[in-house]
């Protein structure tokens, strides 16, 4: 089929299969589209899985009674599992050098989570492309590709990074690499692959929207698609290929993420860690990240939603949060480990969240609601931590490697004023550590692609310099 042919109507299979599902009502625009319109209408319902609606429609059956989630359960005797303490732990000198061997022998890869739209940060196109440097006005994937490029100025080897679109940012993400030149990456060592999408499901009905007359209401299916759709393109091949032994990933949102610490990756190595996550410590019940819990024999992330407020608030004998090791979606797994998880069919069960979908109504009108309408489901990629033989957790500094940027301007948190002042904030400490001075008020910004600590500094700038206006500063080799 093409879409310049002119399709009169359904293929019969098709119109078989969405009668049967009862959701006749996606072809309520037919007639209003033209060929390419019904040739695309067709392709994106011949990705549907008609078998296994039912079970999305039975979840937000379930979604509507008030039947909690399943897996919850009683966290009475729930803990949180020992941490180790990034740059403080009396293991650190030796975790580093292991960390460090790994980059340097090519063994450690990354998956860079970019499915998201900037829609809501008046970004058009992949939140990737949201400019947010202090003083360059980099946008996130300038500042996060660049960290692989310190990187490999260091160690001397590339990292080679997966990165996950959506439908949405595939075309957006590619161009953006392709006019930037991968950001100083080797595009061979490069790899974009697209996560899948899920319908959007009528919360009182259960049944299918339009996005418009050629188009379900669609959304990508959460961070845990990863799994899934880097098997289904080859990418876990594609990183054994080039020698990678260990993933760590990370999320596109997150500018001072530090997936490829070499702490980090030696308290994996050093663990022998099927999953490795790094939280940061909570310090008010109301934060709003997930928590890393241990309970009856297994870990797993609880999201904040999920955590009774009783539990939430609940401290201990120190005065701190019982649940405090907050997830921050930063994590470092074997390849065998997420090879075998991705053999798991149950691996990953599907999230719900209440969302505002615009969609047409009946009469082909498109609708806008004031409320949340429907329900999209995600997968957590933390939801394959009960697989692992081996787990660590490693608590980082929320300054030194935490500032999600989720809202737009003017927002009380994770704005973009309060991700660029805490990039400073980390400039200033890492430029402090190097014997250099920043005047009150100064905004300094480290250049991602030749900074990584004040070890790359010294070179450039010597201990004493003072800097009195604002600056990108860069570094210089230290291999």
């Not at 079970?55 to 009683?74: K, T, W």
């Not at 009528?202 to 959304?219: E, F, I, K, N, V």
């Not at 470092?332 to 069960?349: G, I, K, N, S």
């Amino acid at each position: 089929m093409t879409a310049t042919e002119d399709l009169t109507t359904p293929p019969p299979a098709l119109i078989a299969a969405v009668t049967r599902a009862g959701q006749a009502q996606v072809f309520r625009c037919w007639d209003r589209l033209d060929s390419a319109g019904r040739a695309g209408l067709i392709r994106q319902l011949e990705t549907v899985d008609w078998d296994g609606l039912p079970a999305l429609q039975s979840l937000v059956g379930e979604h509507r009674r008030g039947i909690v989630a399943a897996g919850i359960g009683d966290l009475a005797t729930a803990e949180t599992p020992p941490c180790v303490r990034l740059g403080t732990d009396e293991a650190r000198a030796d975790a580093e050098r292991l960390g460090e061997r790994a980059l340097a022998a090519g063994r450690i890869g990354a998956v860079l989570v970019a499915g998201g739209q900037g829609s809501r940060l008046g970004c058009n196109g992949p939140k990737g492309l949201y400019r947010v440097g202090p003083v360059s006005d980099a946008s996130l994937f300038e500042l996060l590709l660049g960290r692989l490029v310190a990187v490999r100025q260091r160690y001397g080897r590339d990292v080679p990074l997966a990165i996950m679109t959506s439908a949405a940012t595939d075309a957006g993400t590619r161009e953006f690499l392709a006019k930037h030149g991968h950001c100083g990456l080797d595009p061979g060592l490069v790899l974009v692959f697209q996560q899948a999408e899920l319908p959007a499901l009528d919360a009182a009905s259960g049944d299918l929207l339009l996005d418009g007359p050629g188009r379900l209401a669609t959304a990508p299916d959460g961070h845990g698609g990863m799994l899934v759709a880097l098997r289904k393109c080859g990418g876990l091949e594609w990183f054994a290929g080039h020698g990678v032994e260990h993933v760590a990933t990370f999320q596109v949102d997150n500018p001072l993420a530090l997936p490829l610490d070499a702490e980090f990756l030696g308290h994996h190595l050093r663990g022998a860690a099927d999953f490795t996550t790094q939280v940061i410590r909570k310090r008010e019940p109301g934060e709003r990240v997930g928590v890393v819990i241990r309970h009856g024999g297994s870990h797993r992330v609880v999201e904040y939603s999920d955590l009774p407020a009783a539990l939430a608030a609940e401290r201990g004998p120190d005065g701190g949060l019982r649940f405090h090791a907050g997830s921050i979606a930063v994590h470092a797994f074997t390849l065998a480990f997420l090879d075998r998880a991705a053999a798991e069919r149950t691996a990953l069960p599907l999230h719900l969240a209440f969302k505002v979908v615009p969609h047409l109504d009946a009469t082909g009108e498109r609708v806008v609601p004031s409320q949340p309408n429907a329900i999209k489901f995600e997968r957590f990629i933390f939801d394959i931590m009960p697989l692992a033989d081996r787990i660590c957790v490693v608590e980082i500094e929320a300054a030194e490697g935490f500032a999600p940027l989720k809202n737009p301007p003017g927002a009380a948190a994770d704005a973009p004023e309060h991700v660029q002042a805490a990039l400073v904030a980390r400039a200033r400490a890492i430029l402090a550590r190097a014997g250099i001075e920043v005047a009150p008020g100064v905004a300094v910004e480290l250049d991602a692609a030749t900074v990584i600590d004040e070890r790359d500094l010294t070179a450039a700038l010597p201990p004493g310099t003072r800097i009195d206006r604002p600056q990108l500063v860069r570094g210089g080799a230290t291999r």
